[in-house]
């Protein structure tokens, strides 16, 4: 029998981006502060996972000003969205067995 | 909102396990070259997850002689399986939001 794991996307391999992700599906424009209180991580744990995940195309970076201030916010793209839901589906896939 | 990533195992942070885990789930005992072709695996990459696993006392490794030709099987202990229903459980939860 055949447990098709090469279905699974790579870019998701860590609970941290799979968090990411779930945000980013639940919520349209999410700044990186919330992000890391949502997720309950570190400024650095965060920026890494994310930066992966930019670089696959999967999540999009808008950097603006409020004011003087800095205000990063993240969103996913399309493509990042039809990926994780793919990735979620070989996932449901592979726990059924195959 | 928070989203409890930090509930998703690290030890299954990775398809190869996941895909192990599954089958042995599916399967009490499971040769090293049955596992590796049902997940379509090389040698070393199986070799270095499922070592992951057995470190973390989830897998139990039995070497066993059939004749004079060696015989590895596989079977995940009660404490693995345990794990990785908690981890799918936890995953649920995440995706559902929360």
Sequence with gaps: MKYAIHTLNKAFDHRVRLGVMA???ANEQVSFNDLKESLDLTDGNLASHVAALEKA???LVNKQFIGKKPNTTY???AEGKAAFQEHLAAL???LRGG
Aim: hydrophobic share 50%; charged share 15%; net charge neutral.
């Design 23 to 25: 945000v980013l599906l």
């Design 57 to 59: 195309g999967y999540v």
């Design 75 to 77: 969103q996913a793209t």
């Design 92 to 94: 449901e896939k592979l």
